[in-house]
């Protein structure tokens, strides 16, 4: 999980001992009201300050590790996609045994590679490659974004992935969009993951731009097959909006993603 667990859960329990002992145990003569009341705020604090520390050190260890600080991937919207990856694993949503995370950062340019498939647990990049956006969304940069049926735009937010099937592009994979105000009608819309001619290098050199889709996120022909089987059924596939965009969701809370991630790195009993 960590290649150095043992250092890293060292550094962890020193934070801790360090927490607790600004909070101090509180006791009857410290806290005549209430101190067992007490005790325990200073224990759910000092806990959620470790919780915290161990994230923000997993997340800097698994963006330095998997090599992304060279890949154009910056380290904030790769931390937003954590967030959300072990926000949908607290509801329920995905499976801690899926360790496979999508990124899409729709904020750089077409042109460039701007999907990640990474293995969080391993920490490791599977995948670095082009991916297109709507039509609509934008010509080298997308720049609009849609729920809505016909737009012929791109969607952002998290994503979980489903079945395949072969349908006019190959293998495809559909997908579950989570979130009501940006991506719900996903499924209804026919947005899915498959490869396409039009997403590759030689289209850029002649058109200065990737080539766009109807919403979908489509693959280079070379590679979408692979993608498509290590990330589906029940993965999370997160597409960033550029900043301009009023994008928010609950699931980028940190303080449910810190339960999950606690639990799932056996952080929990420290």
Known sequence: MFTTRTAFTG?????LTLLLSFTGPSTAADNPGNPAKLTLAANAAARKAFYTAAFEQHALLTYTQSGLTTSGLSFP????????????????LASAGKSLLTVIDFSRSSRLKRLWVLDVKKQKV????????GKNTGEEFATAFSNVNGSE????????TGNTYTGKHGLSLKLQGLETRYNSNAASRAVVVHGAEYVCE??????GRLGRSQGCPA??????????????GGSVIYAHAPARINYTSSFLQLDPALTAFARTQGLASL
């Open 77 to 92: 919207v790769f931390r937003e996609a954590l967030v959300g990856y072990y926000n949908l694993q607290q509801r329920g």
């Open 153 to 160: 735009q791109s969607s952002i937010g998290f994503y979980l």
């Open 126 to 133: 599977l995948f670095h490659t082009l991916v297109a956006h």
């Open 202 to 207: 030689e289209f850029v050199r002649q058109h």
């Open 219 to 232: 693959l280079p022909t070379d590679q979408a097959s692979a993608i498509i089987r290590a990330i589906k």
């Open 11 to 15: 550094l962890l329990l020193t934070t």
